[in-house]
């Protein structure tokens, strides 16, 4: 059994219990990664291929130095494209870390690297690219990312049965090339959020064809918190199966975290900019301005933030529509944005400034997760009024940014009963172009705080299966506290449980493969095996060692 | 806050943090249980009242000594009847007890009761009754506590909003009487399992109409426990919510451990007779007779125990379509009678013997739950032809047991991916004429070993949405190991959360009272009326004062 190790500042890594790194030649020589699990020789099986978000922390051959960062796997892709140029960024200014100074001021990430934008009006998304018939590199890698698994399930085709399924509309093909890829992210049904100047990232996609993606929050507590235990956080997020990570760090320090963050994820890096724009504020939401929400654009875009909630949905209108609900908005971003709105008696600068949003988001390549401010926060507000003129709104402004080739997708509630959840999706679809839907949970009844993550993990799994492309995990410790090592691993693995679950009921030809690989190995009383290829090969042998310690039990 | 305290022999009793125990007048003067959590003055709000599964343990006033037993107070609804007869009973004999003796041997149960039966040719099923017309004490208790939710939800009109749900044919009434509870039972689509020996029991009912069910399975451990550790087991399980408790040890001390459990039990008891059957003929399938297993169902229909799991649906004709299965046969007592049925070459004695067992079985009104031996053990395996070809079986002996009134309820699978989930639902209801359906889960996944609570907990609610009756809880050690105190909690409150969530989407009248008025609170900030009113109020606390742990932040 491999063992958790930590490298010098504490960031774990070395691989998982019976798994190694295996790569595959990607695009312009860049490796593309898998985790590979080797079965008893007693099983007669070849190795199973796992998707694997982990990055080259489970690589035993990588060095990783906290202060130097990821390598820049993404540079020669960027600077062959051609259409880029590296400029003298905006000045870090003391409100950026919130006036922090002294020893309550964050180091500064040690290697500095100007930033690139698009060209004098260009255009460098994802999007644009696919539209006019590009395949770009990140393209090709998230092709092989997804492929992989069909190609072993080719070689154990013996083993497979007819691939049945309920896709829900979903069109998941036999195989995908890279130009598959380009074609899914020119109609706008996927993207791929991949900041030109977030050069560390191994890109990934999210769509509803694709395999179902899931997201882990992060963020500094309201204590300085020191920066390896926030890169640690990162690392233990993708460790055990998050696709992408907001940091929704809020108070000081905002920036120069931030900065360690992207410097060392292979991931996507989200956040709500506004959170860092209202800090800048003192925490004043009536002191918000367009040109301090751009700034913080600006200076988010230039670090390689891959995708920004903004809650440009939350207009003037819809506000009142909120005063008979149980819970009002629960949203913090949508709140921030209701109560400018009200103070002001303006529509929200972010829906009148959204064209001007997407000029800026186009020069970087940033996505929008455009934010549901006014999302249900109990069952009882679900699929009201509210919550559904903001998504006709979201799906108009999909269709502004779609207009600038920028990449989109859609976030979702939040507190939803069992027979309320399809109908978010199809309103969803119905206004919103088959964007990609994103939605946090939803928790199919209020009634069990400290056991959120089942809660949410039914809606989610449900959600995932007609269609949602990405969910965002919730831990035990929502509504009630801020979540330890111990609750992000159980959030990220409930919601592996529940991706996972929704590809296998989609019908995604290679899901099973997993499932099938662990069940002859329960069958066959492979312990080592079942442990290993279980989401927590940790906790499933830490639980059979409670009640049958001995080697001969997991053998026999 | 309540502190739970232990009575002399370490059996947890008094309520829950909150909660305070009420009861309303029932029928010949035996009081209906509920729970009460009373609100903060500053809601303005009445308490809530939650069904209550807990029994006396929670009454502060209720002096409970584990061996003299809970009240019985069934005894005189019985008597009255006037329909039985008390007789001496079946000697105990040491194979009951895996021939255990001395220090080995569990204590007898001091207080000795002469069994009941119905005098010659009778019948005492509450079906039987149902089918007469006559309502009976039983029924009469079973509608108040379904009912006063209802009630409740009425004195709280002005909250509620209108009734919705998708209720997949559950005709859930808005009030529910004596005489609808009749109905239900006549007509098989709701069963009270209720032995005439079970005289501690609170009464309660199965059946897609009324609020989702759960159930817990407790069981002695290899080693000796002991009696009080056993009885703990039960209480600690009812205490979260368990509504019935499944006993199934093993090994040796059955026959005098189970004593001990029905005299301190206020829910109903089930078990695998043929687990102890197979005990007495020393672990050897083959060796199984009809005249060893009838002795055992006689026995154990003396205790008390209220339903029984029988395997007789696993037919010599189905085995071999399980030989292409990734996981074969997994159901313990499928397994049993597998191996029986291809030693002898012979059709199960259970099939061959139903109508027998059904005589025995009405003599003292112990319900069947029909067990489905060839459930899939793997996700691979679900829906295929020998389990449904089983559940066909199961359909044709339910008009067996309905022939002589006896109750039925259908055991479900197992592992099941989403898409497939429904069609067990649809399936068990056109074959067995709407008797109540009892499921396992099921699991959506096999990937998660470790986690299948939760696996198991996002099939489980979708099932209960589609109609199941009553779900089967899964711990976190399933696969792995023994569950402890802390895995029975949070596999009863995961079920009870799937439960909770299969009533509000199939839009029963008055289960959103609870989430709205934990919203609420919620909402403002009302700490203590969220944790009190949630389904684990002592983890809620606990994760909250992690993070915020003074007084002054539950309640600003």
């Given at each position: 059994m491999?063992s958790?190790?930590?490298a010098?500042a504490?960031?774990?890594?070395?691989?998982?219990p019976?798994s190694?790194?295996?790569?595959?030649?990607g695009?312009?020589?860049?490796p593309v990664?898998?985790r590979?699990?080797?079965l008893?020789p007693?099983?007669?099986?070849?190795?199973i291929?796992?998707?694997?978000?982990s990055g080259?922390?489970t690589?035993?051959s990588?060095v990783h130095?906290?202060?130097?960062g990821l390598?820049a796997?993404?540079?020669p892709?960027?600077?062959a494209r051609?259409?880029?140029?590296?400029?003298?960024g905006?000045q870090?200014?003391?409100?950026d870390?919130?006036n922090?100074?002294g020893?309550?001021?964050?180091?500064t990430?040690?290697v500095?690297r100007q930033p690139r934008?698009?060209k004098?009006?260009?255009?460098?998304t994802q999007m644009?690219?696919?539209?006019?018939?590009?395949?770009t590199?990140?393209?090709e890698?998230?092709a092989?990312?997804e492929n992989?698994l069909?190609?072993q399930?080719?070689?154990?085709?013996d083993?497979?049965?007819?691939r049945?399924?309920?896709?829900h509309d979903?069109?998941i093909p036999?195989?995908?090339?890279?130009?598959?890829?380009?074609?899914?992210?020119?109609?706008?049904?996927?993207?791929?959020?991949?900041n030109?100047?977030?050069?560390?990232?191994?890109p990934?996609a999210?769509g509803?064809?694709f395999?179902?993606?899931?997201?882990?929050?992060?963020?500094?507590?309201?204590?300085?918190s020191?920066i390896?235990?926030?890169?640690?956080k990162l690392?233990?997020?993708?460790?055990w199966?998050?696709?992408?990570?907001?940091d929704?760090?809020t108070?000081?320090n905002?920036?120069?975290?931030?900065?360690?963050i992207?410097?060392?994820s292979?991931?996507?890096?989200?956040?709500?900019?506004v959170?860092?724009?209202?800090?800048k504020?003192?925490?004043?939401?009536e002191?918000?301005t367009?040109?301090i929400?751009?700034?913080t654009?600006?200076?988010?875009?230039?670090?390689g933030?891959?995708?920004?909630?903004?809650?440009?949905?939350?207009?003037l209108?819809?506000i009142?529509?909120t005063?008979?609900r149980?819970?009002?908005?629960?949203s913090?971003?949508g709140?921030?944005?209701a109560?400018w709105c009200?103070?002001h008696?303006?529509?929200?600068?972010?829906?009148?400034?959204f064209?001007d949003?997407?000029e800026?988001?186009k020069?970087?390549?940033v996505?929008?997760?455009?934010?549901?401010g006014?999302?249900?926060?109990?069952?009882a507000?679900?699929?009201?009024?509210?919550?559904?003129?903001?998504l006709?709104?979201l799906?108009?402004?999909?269709?502004v940014a779609?207009?600038?080739?920028?990449q989109v997708?859609i976030e979702?509630?939040?507190?939803?009963?069992?027979?309320?959840v399809q109908?978010?999706?199809?309103?969803?679809?119905?206004h919103?172009g088959d964007?990609p839907?994103?939605?946090l949970?939803?928790l199919?009844t209020?009634?069990a705080?400290?056991?959120?993550?089942?809660?949410s993990g039914?809606g989610?799994?449900?959600?995932g299966w007609?269609?949602t492309?990405?969910l965002c995990?919730?831990?035990?410790?929502?509504?009630?506290?801020?979540?330890?090592?111990?609750?992000?691993?159980?959030?990220?693995?409930t919601?592996?449980?529940?991706?996972h679950?929704?590809?296998l009921a989609?019908?995604?030809?290679?899901a099973?493969l997993?499932?099938?690989?662990?069940?002859?190995?329960?069958?066959e009383?492979?312990?080592?095996?079942?442990?290993?290829?279980?989401?927590?090969?940790e906790?499933?042998?830490?639980f059979h060692?409670?009640?049958l310690?001995?080697?001969a039990h997991?053998?026999?």
């Open positions: 491999n958790i190790t930590k010098p504490n960031i774990t890594v070395g691989p998982l019976g190694r790194k295996v790569y595959v030649e695009p312009m020589g860049v990664p898998f590979e699990v080797a008893e007693s099983s007669g099986e070849p190795p291929r796992l998707y694997d978000t080259p922390y690589d035993p990588f130095a906290i202060d130097k390598p796997l993404r540079e892709w960027i600077m051609g259409d880029t140029e590296s400029y003298v905006r870090v200014k003391p409100e870390n919130g922090a100074s020893d309550y001021l964050a180091p990430f040690p500095t934008r698009a004098a009006g260009g255009n460098v644009h690219y696919a539209r006019k018939g590009i395949i590199p990140e393209m890698f998230v092989i990312r992989l069909r190609q399930a080719r070689e154990h085709v083993r497979l049965r007819a049945d399924g309920v896709p979903a069109v036999d195989d995908i090339t890279a130009d598959w890829v380009r074609q899914e992210v020119a109609c706008g049904r996927a993207i791929i959020p991949a030109i100047n977030h050069l560390e990232l191994e990934m999210i509803r064809n395999l179902v993606k899931i997201n882990a929050n992060i963020g500094n507590s309201a204590v300085t020191g390896a235990e926030e890169v640690e690392v233990w997020s993708i460790r199966g998050g696709d992408t990570v907001m929704l760090s108070g000081r905002i920036h120069n975290i931030r900065e360690w992207l410097r060392n292979p991931v996507p890096i989200g956040t709500v900019p959170y860092q724009a209202l800090e504020v003192g925490g004043i939401a002191d918000l367009w040109d929400f751009r700034d654009l600006i200076e988010q875009c230039e670090q933030v891959d995708y920004f909630t903004i809650h440009a949905g939350v207009r209108p819809y009142p529509m005063v008979d149980v819970t009002g908005i629960v913090r971003g709140s921030i944005m109560k009200l103070a008696h303006k529509e929200n600068f972010l829906y009148t400034h064209a949003i997407c800026i988001m020069a970087y390549d996505s929008f997760s455009l934010g549901d006014l999302r249900p926060g109990a069952g507000d679900a699929n009201d009024r509210a919550q559904f003129a903001e006709e709104t799906g108009e402004l999909t269709k779609w207009d600038q080739d920028v997708m979702g509630p939040g507190h939803v009963p069992m027979h309320k109908a978010n999706m199809i309103k969803q679809r119905e919103c964007a839907f994103y939605t949970g939803p199919v209020d009634i705080p400290g056991y959120d993550h089942i809660t039914i989610a799994a449900m959600i007609f269609g492309a990405m995990y919730v831990t035990p410790k929502e509504h009630l506290g801020l979540p330890d090592r111990e609750d992000v691993r159980v959030g990220v693995v919601y592996k449980i529940a991706a679950a929704a590809d989609k019908g995604h030809p290679a099973r997993r499932d099938d690989a662990l069940s002859r190995a329960r069958f009383f492979r312990w080592m095996d079942q442990f290993n290829l279980s989401l927590d090969p906790k499933a042998q830490e060692d409670a009640t310690p001995k080697e997991k053998t026999a």
